[in-house]
């Protein structure tokens, strides 16, 4: 009893591998019926020779298993014992032990078992062919050469036969079991650790979800109101102060956005939000965002859009946009002097699917040669001392790569260090529009630009606009940034309070944010549309939340919302989404806002 108890506790030791575990059991089960027979042959009088190999077996097999798992080498005890079974036990148990007329029959399918479960590689091969060779010539002597096989009297052989059956047939059955014992607690075990590691994913996702709109709360008022200090008529100094501090919270902006989409690759949860889109508008529009900075850093910015690229794709815009970006902005961040250029090109066609090759070439400080496998690697930036000084995460690439993996697409990378570097992105998007885009003036368009300035867009004194937000500084912000359109502006810091204003007017446009304590902006817009009496039942409803990505955009749109702004928001983007809401008789046009009165409510 003591001893099954011990065996048990040495099988479910934590320290021992499975391979371990099931060597020590068989190992015991094995001797324990050796030694069952051994005495079982002393009872019967079987032959000496017989005893004496059971006896060594009994003494020595077990000595070589404990010093095998002292040592961690199972394996090595596991074919010592295989090979003595297989080339001296088995013979001697056969023609010592009344050949087809004993037990021993029943220890070659035993040999079997063993040399299955407990031996890997060439040497099972080589055990399983000669065992099987032995138990060939076994059978055949017994058949030619009977006299090789020492006589043994009829009841003898009976009850060797009997007792080699049974114990054999007990051998097998506890390995068996034990096998499934072990592979139910192993499913068990992995299927915990999946829970954990989901549950711990899920809280993680959750976490940088809450961070994100945490951290960007306070951004919106850094930037809101840093804009409003930049349309102020102010000293030199202080405009360039303000404009760092614009860079800075857009540069903070970017790593909570790359932090984010990270941990959505992390959990498996990152999807592509195709849409039909114009590849002019596209690429002009990164080129403006990235003109101004290449400029700045004394950098020449060329773009060369082969023609012949067709002017209506269907992809995920936004992240084909977010690629470029990246890959252009490591592009002006890495090169000191020279130039950068964006190359598109076409690529193959299959059907209605066409390989679009964006090619960035820099002329910066190169990447080495051993630095380049590691590139697309989470976290991990080249050369850390000497580019300490440029900001930076190390997510971007990695961003890029399982981005563009997703979109069936693949990235590669040419660079000669202290030379340049050329990065190729290679996106399959479906043509929906087959007319060239032709010859693209973006250059052009572009090099005379300067840094943008406040340009008021229009002025709507008669508009009723309400803003619904529990936090008081963004219905500051809001007010301020659109103070100058002279706008009728009502603030609400909770739904219970934004539902009585609804009730007494009529607004044009409501602002809503969405996570508010007690009811949330969604919640709030539906009673707004069925409140009883309520003068706003047929309002516009923009979104005005800190919920970022496209899966918050999806979610306003099936909620019923009429637009979405993410926070932080700028002055331009809340006139512009106000020139789309608003009445036209309403607006009194000012500008460049009359194109935006042209476009339709875009769900980007
Ligand atoms: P980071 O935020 O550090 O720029 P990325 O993932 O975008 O992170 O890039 C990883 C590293 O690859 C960078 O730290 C930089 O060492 C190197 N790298 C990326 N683009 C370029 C480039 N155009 N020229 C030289 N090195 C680059």
Redesign the pocket.
């Known amino acids: 009893m003591r001893f099954i108890k011990w065996l048990r506790a040495e099988i479910d030791r934590d320290d021992l591998d499975f391979q371990e575990k099931k060597f020590l059991l068989l190992s015991f089960v094995a001797d324990f019926f050796v030694l069952c027979v051994f005495l079982a042959d002393i009872v019967l009088k079987e032959n000496i020779v017989e005893i004496a190999a059971l006896g060594v077996t009994v003494v020595v097999a077990p000595a070589i298993s404990l010093t095998s798992i002292r040592w961690h080498r199972p394996e090595l005890g596991a074919q010592i014992i295989g090979t003595g079974i297989v080339c001296i036990l088995l013979p001697l148990a056969f023609f010592y032990g009344g050949g087809l007329h004993g037990g021993a029959v029943y220890w070659f399918a035993f040999a079997y078992l063993f040399i299955g479960l407990m031996i890997t590689g060439v040497w099972r091969l080589i055990l399983l062919v000669f065992l099987t060779l032995l138990t060939a010539f076994v059978f055949y002597a017994a058949w030619r050469f009977p006299e090789l096989i020492h006589p043994h009297p009829v009841m003898m052989g009976i009850k060797d036969a009997a007792v080699s059956a049974v114990y054999v047939g007990i051998a097998i059955y506890i390995m068996v079991w034990f096998q499934n014992r072990q592979y139910a607690r192993e499913n068990r075990k992995a299927r915990k650790e999946a829970e954990k590691v989901e549950s711990v994913s899920k809280a993680q996702n959750l976490f940088f979800s809450n961070m994100s709109h945490e951290i960007r709360t306070p951004i919106n008022t850094i930037l809101g109101l840093n804009e409003m200090i930049l349309r102020e008529d102010i000293s030199d100094e202080v405009a360039e102060d303000a404009a760092n501090i614009q860079a800075a919270g857009k540069i903070l902006l970017h790593i909570i956005n790359d932090i984010l989409d990270m941990s959505k690759f992390q959990s498996g949860q990152m999807r592509l939000s195709p849409v039909n889109y114009n590849t002019g508008d596209m690429l002009s529009e990164i080129v403006a965002m990235l003109w101004i900075r290449a400029k700045d850093k004394g950098l020449s910015f060329h773009v060369n859009i082969s023609p012949d690229i067709p002017s209506g794709l269907y992809g995920d815009e936004v992240r084909v946009k977010q690629i470029l970006l ?1 890959l252009l902005n ?2 002006i ?2 090169t000191k002097e020279g130039s950068v250029t964006l190359s598109v090109q076409c690529g193959d066609r299959v059907g209605d699917v066409i390989n679009i090759v964006y090619s960035v070439t ?1 002329t ?4 080495r040669k051993e630095h380049i496998p590691h ?1 697309f690697n989470a976290f ?4 850390e001392d000497k ?1 300490r000084y440029i900001e ?7 961003i890029v790569k399982q981005l563009v993996d997703l979109m069936g697409g693949s990235v590669t990378v040419n660079s000669v260090y202290t030379k340049g ?1 050329t ?1 190729v992105a290679t996106i399959p998007q479906r043509v929906v529009n087959n007319e060239a885009v032709g010859e693209l003036d973006i250059e052009q368009h572009h090099a005379g630009m300067q840094r943008p300035v406040y340009n008021q867009k229009f002025e709507a004194p008669e508009a009723q606009v309400l803003v619904v937000d529990d936090n008081e500084i963004n219905l500051l912000v809001v007010a301020k940034l659109l103070r100058k359109t002279r706008i009728k502006l009502d603030t609400a810091v909770s739904g219970a309070e934004a539902l009585l204003k609804t009730l007494e007017t009529k607004y044009d446009v409501i602002f809503m944010d969405h996570l508010m304590p007690e009811m949330d902006g969604i919640e709030c817009s539906q009673l707004i549309k069925e409140q009883t009496g309520g003068k706003s039942r047929d309002s516009r409803v923009v979104a005005l939340t800190a919920n970022a990505g496209q899966e918050a955009r999806k979610l306003f749109e099936q909620k019923g919302f009429d637009g979405y702004l993410e926070k932080p928001v700028s002055g331009e983007a809340l006139e512009n989404e106000l020139i789309r809401q608003l009445p036209k008789e309403l607006l009194q046009m000012a500008g460049e806002g009359a194109d935006i009165a042209e476009e339709s409510v875009q769900w980007l």
């Open positions: 990246n490591n592009a961040k890495y820099d910066g400080i190169g990447i590139l991990s930036r080249m050369e580019n930076g995460s190390g997510l971007g690439l990695s570097s990065f």
